[in-house]
């Protein structure tokens, strides 16, 4: 029989295979750049979520356009310029937007839909419940839109912030929309300057919630979870891991994608239609880093969730593909069955004054065209304290209920505020439940532990998505496996992890918490993630150059199992020609090292003169 060049998701380990694998250099040194630059040798160990927001803190110097205190550098007349360019893109009756009026804030109010009207026809998965097609959202409520009145709102765009991203925006949609809220803003009708506190306390609520890792008895009536997923990116193999740890069938799943990750939505489906707790939003976002996006996402699953009526859940929990259970889904029941009438979520800290600077609160902020864009200065409502930290946290379904369904001016009228903030999910929910009359339900702990090291996390890598600097976590490494093994504090997950980078921390944990795996599990050191597939991506999506390395990493597959029958010249078994475009490209990790490609593709075979599909790692 003649030798063929496959490989298997489920057995390929790396052993016995040709030590002969040709890999091209310029994409070795780019991948091992890539992916290993995540581990940083040096991290800074601290339990602590404290400062756990996505900005770094020298927050004078925060934003691509220089800090707010800084002269305008150049003349005046280049900001002219642009504006008189921009204005030439857009036509003069762009700037006079659609007519507005300042919004009442009452207790009585007329009710409206808070969830954004889906985007395209709905993306079903299974058992969909039958609200989705009974109940269809009216208008969009994340930023409320203003009524109309009759008279026209002349407006004069002086602002260099305005001006720069109406120079630098792709689409006349997107320009229109940022003269639009512009203009609104400085009429002060885009918000409210007000708004109401309803919490009976002065201050923060100082709330414990203690844990006992010693007490074994269960709850009396355990409490069930609605997990929402919030995944991006191609990871599927870490994503599957991460539902294996945290799934359970007394427990419920609801999963967005986002709109740009068709491949990864594919898989959940398939991974969906396999249990009856689990589904996928039948609608998707492109929820941006720092995007207003996010948080729609967020109050628009919790409608969908709170309307299911044939899902029964106590507590809401959101995680991304990058976290990880450190304790198992019983000790996670038993506690948070003690607390049901608690909120768990992490602030920045008590210098209040500070953080609006950081965070960038007191700017306005529009996303239009994938990109969150800075347009100048505002207050901040008055009447409220403004609290904010980390966007990961634990709700009870009392507070989602009160956030998604209240009518009052706190919500709403913050709903508002936050239609037009940078990293409004690190904020909104924060000071919603601190200013409301479920103040006393907060606790400062959002249950997590997160891998933050300011100095290597901190490098503005989000501006060409944002008008502002950002941060990220750092990658756990399997050094990092103490801190998770002795936290004494209620701490239930973690974050990030990347099996890119490191798939042996994510052994580790899975061998703490659910015991070892057997010696000789087929693939346990193997990792492989997918970067290309031509049924959710197209040829399209793929650079000229990229295709044509693909093609030669074909060639030379075909040309290795050719290579086999050296010694039998006639037999042409194993000979391929007219070879088809890749089907599929995964990158291939053995014990977190970058191995090569492994590449699916059809080829005739010129034995048979038959379509075959062949597999190859290269």
């Known amino acids: 029989t003649c030798w063929r060049d496959r490989w298997s998701h489920s057995d390929h380990t790396g052993k016995g295979s040709d030590p002969n694998v040709i890999i091209f250099n310029t994409f070795v040194l780019f991948f091992?750049?890539?992916?290993?630059?995540?581990?940083?040798?040096?991290?800074?160990?601290?339990?602590?979520?404290?400062?756990e927001n996505s900005v770094p803190k020298d927050f004078d110097s925060n934003s691509i356009l220089g800090a707010r205190s800084q002269h305008q550098r150049g003349p005046v007349q280049n900001v002219q310029r642009k504006l008189d360019k921009t204005q030439t893109m857009l036509g003069n009756q762009v700037l006079r937007p659609a007519p507005v009026t300042p919004q009442s804030h009452n207790h009585t109010h007329k009710s409206r839909s808070q969830i954004p009207t889906p985007p395209g026809p709905a993306q079903g998965s299974n058992q969909d419940p039958p609200f989705y097609q009974t109940r269809r959202p009216a208008s969009p409520a994340l930023p409320p839109s203003p009524e109309s009145k009759p008279e026209q709102l002349q407006c004069e765009l002086s602002g260099k912030e305005a001006i720069s991203a109406l120079s630098r925006s792709q689409s006349r949609e997107c320009r229109q929309q940022i003269v639009e809220v512009y203009c609104k803003h400085k009429d002060k009708v885009l918000m409210p300057e007000k708004v109401p506190r309803f919490c009976p306390i002065e201050g923060k609520a100082n709330v414990q919630a203690q844990w006992d890792t010693a007490e074994t008895s269960g709850p009396a009536r355990p409490v069930r979870l609605a997990f929402v997923l919030v995944v991006h990116g191609r990871a599927s193999r870490q994503l599957q891991r991460l539902?294996?740890?945290?799934?359970?069938?007394?427990?419920?799943?609801?999963?967005?994608?986002?709109?740009?990750?068709?491949?990864?939505?594919r898989e959940v489906l398939s991974l969906a239609a396999r249990f009856p707790n689990v589904r996928v939003t039948?609608?998707?976002?492109?929820?941006?880093?720092?995007?207003?996006?996010?948080?729609s996402m967020y109050l628009r699953s919790m409608k969908d969730l709170l309307l299911m009526s044939d899902w029964s859940w106590d507590f809401f929990i959101n995680l991304s593909a990058a976290d990880y259970p450190i304790r198992t889904s019983e000790q996670l029941v038993a506690f948070l069955s003690k607390h049901q009438n608690l909120n768990f979520i992490k602030s920045h800290g008590r210098d209040n004054a500070r953080f609006i600077r950081k965070q960038g609160l007191d700017r306005l902020f529009y996303e239009c065209d994938a990109h969150m864009w800075r347009l100048g200065d505002r207050r901040i409502p008055e009447g409220i304290t403004v609290d904010g930290g980390s966007d990961w946290f634990l709700f009870n379904r009392a507070f989602v209920d009160y956030v998604v369904n209240s009518e009052d001016e706190l919500v709403n009228g913050l709903k508002q505020f936050y239609g037009y903030t940078l990293l409004p999910a690190e904020s909104f929910f924060h000071t919603v439940l601190e200013n409301s009359v479920l103040c006393q339900t907060m606790v400062d702990n959002n249950l997590r532990l997160t891998n933050w090291?300011?100095?290597?996390g901190c490098k503005c890598q989000y501006k060409h998505i944002v008008d502002w600097c950002g941060c990220s976590p750092n990658d756990f490494q399997p050094s990092d496996l103490p801190r998770f093994q002795q936290t004494s504090r209620p701490t239930f997950f973690a974050r990030k992890f990347e099996a890119s980078v490191s798939q042996e921390i994510i052994n580790q944990?899975?061998?703490f918490l659910f015991g070892p795996y057997p010696?000789?599990?087929?693939?346990?050191?193997?990792?492989?993630?997918?970067?290309?597939?031509?049924?959710?991506d197209g040829l399209s999506s793929l650079s000229d150059a990229t295709l044509s390395h693909y093609h030669a990493f074909a060639r030379m597959g075909v040309s290795r199992a050719a290579a086999s029958l050296r010694a039998r010249p006639e037999d042409n078994s194993c000979r391929f020609g007219a070879l088809s475009h890749p089907l599929s490209v995964h990158l291939y990790f053995l014990s977190d090292r970058f191995q090569g490609y492994l590449l699916r593709l059809l080829a005739t075979n010129r034995g048979s003169a038959q379509l075959e599909g062949l597999e190859t790692w290269v």
């Open 32 to 51: 091992q750049d890539v992916y290993q630059s995540h581990g940083p040798k040096d991290k800074a160990h601290l339990d602590s979520n404290n400062n």
């Open 243 to 265: 539902f294996k740890a945290v799934y359970h069938t007394s427990h419920y799943y609801y999963i967005h994608v986002d709109q740009r990750s068709n491949y990864l939505h």
């Open 282 to 295: 039948p609608w998707r976002m492109a929820t941006i880093w720092g995007g207003a996006s996010l948080l």
């Open 453 to 456: 090291n300011r100095r290597l």
């Open 509 to 511: 944990l899975d061998s």
């Open 519 to 536: 010696p000789d599990t087929p693939g346990l050191q193997a990792y492989w993630e997918n970067v290309y597939e031509q049924e959710t």
